[in-house]
């Protein structure tokens, strides 16, 4: 199984980025999808995650209203786009994929190996 986060980059606070995350190896219909950061220093957290069906959870206080998690299921991707960049959305973004759509990061059983995104201030 691989999964191959793309998309990340610097960009200045209020900017936009599209993260993209094409999985193989794996039944891509068959599992949820999330998105976790980490930011330095930091624990790693919770952004978004994606069910087999489409329907969507955010981290509400952090991402809600900015970021937008979706599936492609014709390209085996999935992604993250996100709006109204701030300082403090400055992380390494991981995509992961699970049985469940769940903010534990210990219930997802595969990872990509992370993008950089970096918001200039």
């Known amino acids: 199984v691989q999964l191959v986060e793309s998309g990340g980059g610097l960009v200045q606070a209020g900017g936009s980025l599209r993260l993209s995350c094409a999985a193989s190896g794996l039944t891509f219909t068959r599992y949820a999808m999330g998105w976790f950061r980490r930011a330095p220093g930091k624990e790693r957290e919770f952004v978004a995650a994606?069910?087999?069906?489409?329907?969507?959870?955010y981290d509400t206080d952090s991402v809600k209203g900015r970021f937008t998690i979706s599936r492609d299921k014709a390209k085996n991707t999935v992604y993250l786009q996100m709006n109204s960049l701030k300082p403090e959305d400055t992380a390494v973004y991981y995509c992961?994929?699970?049985?469940?759509?769940?903010?534990?990061?210990?219930?997802?059983?595969?990872w990509g190996q992370g993008t950089q995104v970096t918001v200039s201030s």
């Open positions: 992961a994929a699970g049985t469940y759509a769940t903010s534990v990061w210990a219930q997802y059983d595969y």
């Open positions: 994606i069910r087999r069906s489409g329907s969507t959870t």
